[in-house]
């Protein structure tokens, strides 16, 4: 098993930048791709973006391409997305994700693991 904790959201205003951070925990020494996805009020959950156990692959979001960024840091656990350029349109439930695999998915139903989201609110 392996549990996930998000932290990092707030409300910001347009234009401006946060940092989520996901802690993993417990089963970690697999190696597992980690994903961000987020959920808006009356819309289907979205992929935002993933990133391998190595680092060296990762994807992004057509829609927040050249925005938003994801890295990780395996000492740590942790796996962050930095927002920068923020829109009222990404106001939304992020998701942290783990995937017991080698690829990233840009399907929720791929992963594993959830964690229980943070709230990011941009105001315009």
């Known amino acids: 098993q392996v549990q996930l904790v998000e932290s990092g959201g707030g409300l910001v205003q347009a234009g401006g930048s946060l940092r989520l951070s996901c802690a993993a925990s417990?089963?970690?020494?697999?190696?597992?791709?980690m994903g961000w996805f987020r959920q808006a009020p009356g819309k289907e959950r979205e992929f935002v973006a993933g990133?391998?156990?190595?680092?060296?692959?990762?994807n992004v979001a057509d829609s927040v391409k050249g925005r938003f960024t994801i890295s990780r840091d395996n000492a740590k656990n942790t796996v962050y997305l930095q927002m920068n350029s923020l829109k009222p349109e990404d106001t939304a439930v992020y998701y942290c994700?783990?995937?017991?695999?080698?690829?990233?998915?840009?399907?929720?139903?791929?992963?594993?693991?959830w964690g229980q989201g943070t709230q990011v609110t941009v105001s315009s």
């Open positions: 994700a783990a995937d017991v695999g080698i690829v990233v998915h840009s399907r929720a139903r791929e992963y594993d693991y």
């Open positions: 417990g089963r970690t020494v697999s190696p597992y791709v």
């Open positions: 990133i391998t156990w190595s680092g060296v692959s990762s």
